[in-house]
C-alpha cells in the first residue's frame, strides 16, 4: 500500500468547490442566453473591469499591438508557432483519407473535414498564456479550419500585445479581448456581434472548463482542460531540488493546481518536501504556488515501480514528468495521462512554451478517456459508401432485408427489397425479407 507523506485537500471539499462553480456557470450562462451583448458587457465590466467600445481588435489595433514587441519577443514566438506547427502537420499528414473495396462493388471510405469554424479561448487571468494562442489558434490553422476566433481576456487593463501578436501570427480571423465565461459563451451561444462558432477549444481556469462543459452538445469542445496539475515520477536517479522545481513550476498556474510526486525513495520524499519548503521562500510566484502546494500537494511513497505505474495512471494527472532508470518502460505502460515528459533533460514547461507537442491537456482525469488538443481534434471524420455494381447490390440488399426484418424494421427492408428487385430480377414480396440463399447455392 502506498504512504501519503503528504495529502491535498480531501475528496468531498474539492467536490463541494466544483459544485459552486457548476453554480456560478449556469447561471451566467442563462444570462448570456437571455441578454446577448449586454450580459457579456456586463459580464466583462465586472469580472475584468474592461469596458471598450468593441470587444473586437481592428487591423489597426493588432498592427500597434505587434509593434510594441521587440524583436527579440516576436522572433520568439515565431520560434515556438514553428515548432507547434511542425508537429502539427507531422500529425495531419498521419491521418489518412481512406477508400477501400471490401468485396467486389462495395467501396467504404472515410474523409477527414474541418470543422468549420472554431472558438479558441486563450487564458489571460493571472498570466497572459502566449503559448495557448499557438496550441490552439496555429494547429486550428494547419487543420485548415475557415474560421477561427479567438478570446482573451485583458491584461492589466489592456490587450496584452504578445498574446494578441500570437493570436494573429497563429492565423486567428477574429480577436476579442473578452475572458471568462463570457468568453466561451459568447462564442457558443452567439450575441448581436458575434455569430456563434461549431467548436470550443483551448484551456482555461474552473470557471472556464466548466463553462466548455456545460456548451458541450450545443457545441462540440476539445475537452476538459482546467487548472494544470502535474505529476513527478521519480526514483534515486535525481535529487529533491529537480523534483521540487518541477512540483513548484507547475503549482504556480493558480491556487488550485495539484502536484505530486510519487516515488520509491523515502529519503528523496522526505528530501523534496524540505526542497519545496526551501524554495517556497524564495519564488517570486509563492502566493499562488504555497496554496496549491498547501491544499493540492501530495507526496506519494510506493514499494516499487509497478506500485508508482498503477497509483500514476489511477490518478491520470495532466503532465506527468518520468525520471528514473526506466523512463521507456513508463512509457510503454503508463495508459491514463495527459502528456509525457521522459527524462530529467526534459520537463513541463518545455511542452508548455515551446517544444511543439500541444499544451492544451486533459485535467480531473479526463486522460482516462482522452489525450490532448491536437490537429486531429479540429477534423471532423466522416464515412461513407458506394455500391458500384448490380451483383453487389443485389448481395448486400439481400442480408440487409433480412436483417431489417430481424427488427421488425420493415419500412428499412423495403429500401433493400426494392434495390433487390431493380438490380437482381429477385422477387421479393413488398413487406418480407429476402429469401434466403446458402453460400454454397
Ligand atoms: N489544462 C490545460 O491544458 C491548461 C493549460 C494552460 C493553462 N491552464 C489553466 O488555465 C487557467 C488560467 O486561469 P486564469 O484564471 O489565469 O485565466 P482565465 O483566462 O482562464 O480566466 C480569467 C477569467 O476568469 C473570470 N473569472 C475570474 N474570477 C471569476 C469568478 N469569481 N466568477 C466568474 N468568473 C471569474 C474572469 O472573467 C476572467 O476574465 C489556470 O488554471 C491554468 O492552470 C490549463
Ligand atoms: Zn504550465
Known amino acids: 500500500m502506498a504512504e501519503y507523506l503528504k495529502r491535498g485537500k480531501p475528496e468531498t471539499e474539492r467536490a463541494e468547490d466544483d459544485a459552486k462553480t457548476r453554480a456560478v456557470v449556469e447561471?451566467?450562462?442563462?444570462?448570456?442566453?437571455?441578454?446577448?451583448?449586454?450580459?457579456?458587457?456586463?459580464?466583462?465590466?465586472?469580472?475584468?473591469n474592461y469596458t471598450p467600445e468593441s470587444f473586437r481588435l481592428t487591423q489597426d489595433e493588432i498592427?500597434?499591438?505587434?509593434?510594441?514587441?521587440?524583436?527579440?519577443?516576436?522572433?520568439?514566438?515565431?520560434?515556438?508557432?514553428?515548432?507547434?506547427?511542425?508537429?502539427?502537420?507531422?500529425?495531419?499528414?498521419?491521418?489518412?483519407?481512406?477508400?477501400?473495396?471490401?468485396?467486389?462493388?462495395?467501396?467504404?471510405?472515410?474523409?477527414?473535414?474541418?470543422?468549420?469554424?472554431?472558438?479558441c479561448y486563450v487564458p489571460g487571468g493571472k498570466f497572459p498564456m502566449v503559448a495557448s494562442a499557438h496550441m490552439s489558434v496555429a494547429t486550428a490553422s494547419v487543420a485548415e479550419v475557415p474560421r477561427i476566433i479567438a478570446c482573451t481576456p485583458p491584461w492589466q487593463g489592456k490587450p496584452n500585445p504578445a498574446v494578441i501578436a500570437a493570436m494573429h501570427l497563429g492565423g486567428a480571423h477574429e480577436i476579442y479581448v473578452l475572458g471568462g465565461i463570457q468568453a466561451v459563451g459568447a462564442m457558443a451561444i452567439g450575441t448581436e456581434t458575434i455569430d456563434p462558432v461549431h467548436m470550443l477549444v483551448g484551456p482555461g481556469n474552473a470557471f472556464v472548463a466548466e463553462a466548455k462543459r456545460q456548451l458541450f452538445g450545443r457545441v462540440g469542445i476539445d475537452l476538459f482542460a482546467g487548472p494544470t496539475e502535474t505529476m513527478v515520477i521519480a526514483d534515486d536517479t535525481v535529487d529533491a531540488e529537480i523534483c521540487a522545481t518541477d512540483l513548484l513550476g507547475q503549482a504556480e498556474h493558480g491556487y488550485n493546481s495539484p502536484a505530486v510526486l510519487v516515488t520509491n525513495s523515502r529519503k528523496l520524499a522526505e528530501e523534496t518536501?524540505?526542497?519545496?519548503?526551501?524554495?517556497?521562500?524564495?519564488?517570486?510566484?509563492?502566493?499562488?504556488?504555497s496554496v496549491s502546494w498547501r491544499d493540492y500537494g501530495e507526496v506519494i511513497l510506493c514499494a516499487d515501480h509497478d506500485e508508482m505505474l498503477a497509483v500514476a495512471?489511477?490518478?491520470?494527472?495532466?503532465?506527468?514528468?518520468?525520471?528514473t532508470d526506466r523512463d521507456d518502460w513508463y512509457l510503454e505502460h503508463?495508459?491514463?495521462?495527459?502528456?509525457?515528459?521522459?527524462?530529467?533533460?526534459?520537463?513541463?514547461?518545455?511542452?508548455?512554451?515551446?517544444?511543439?507537442?500541444?499544451?492544451?491537456?486533459?485535467?480531473?482525469?479526463?486522460?482516462?478517456?482522452?489525450?490532448?488538443?491536437?490537429?486531429?481534434?479540429?477534423?471532423?471524420?466522416?464515412?461513407?459508401?458506394?455500391?458500384?455494381?448490380?451483383?453487389?447490390?443485389?448481395?448486400?440488399?439481400?442480408?440487409?432485408?433480412?436483417?431489417?426484418?430481424?427488427?421488425?424494421?420493415?419500412?428499412?427492408?423495403?429500401?433493400?427489397?426494392?434495390?433487390?428487385?431493380?438490380?437482381?430480377g429477385v422477387n421479393v414480396p413488398y413487406g418480407q425479407g429476402a429469401p434466403y440463399r446458402d453460400a454454397a447455392e
Open 27 to 48: 447561471a451566467t450562462l442563462a444570462d448570456i442566453e437571455a441578454r446577448g451583448d449586454a450580459a457579456v458587457r456586463d459580464l466583462a465590466a465586472k469580472f475584468d
Open 334 to 424: 503508463m495508459t491514463c495521462y495527459g502528456a509525457l515528459f521522459l527524462g530529467a533533460r526534459t520537463n513541463v514547461s518545455n511542452g508548455d512554451k515551446v517544444i511543439g507537442t500541444n499544451h492544451t491537456l486533459p485535467t480531473k482525469k479526463a486522460g482516462r478517456y482522452t489525450g490532448g488538443l491536437w490537429v486531429g481534434k479540429f477534423l471532423k471524420t466522416h464515412s461513407y459508401q458506394q455500391i458500384t455494381t448490380d451483383e453487389a447490390a443485389t448481395l448486400i440488399g439481400e442480408y440487409g432485408s433480412r436483417l431489417c426484418m430481424l427488427e421488425g424494421f420493415v419500412g428499412h427492408a423495403e429500401q433493400c427489397n426494392v434495390r433487390v428487385r431493380r438490380y437482381g
Open 273 to 289: 518536501l524540505k526542497e519545496v519548503d526551501r524554495l517556497l521562500e524564495i519564488l517570486p510566484t509563492r502566493d499562488t504556488a
Open 313 to 323: 495512471n489511477d490518478i491520470a494527472s495532466e503532465h506527468v514528468q518520468v525520471m
Open 63 to 119: 498592427d500597434a499591438l505587434i509593434a510594441e514587441l521587440s524583436p527579440c519577443e516576436l522572433a520568439d514566438i515565431k520560434f515556438a508557432q514553428e515548432q507547434v506547427r511542425n508537429f502539427a502537420q507531422a500529425q495531419r499528414d498521419s491521418m489518412l483519407d481512406i477508400e477501400v473495396e471490401t468485396m467486389p462493388g462495395v467501396i467504404l471510405g472515410h474523409k477527414n473535414i474541418p470543422v468549420q469554424s472554431v472558438g
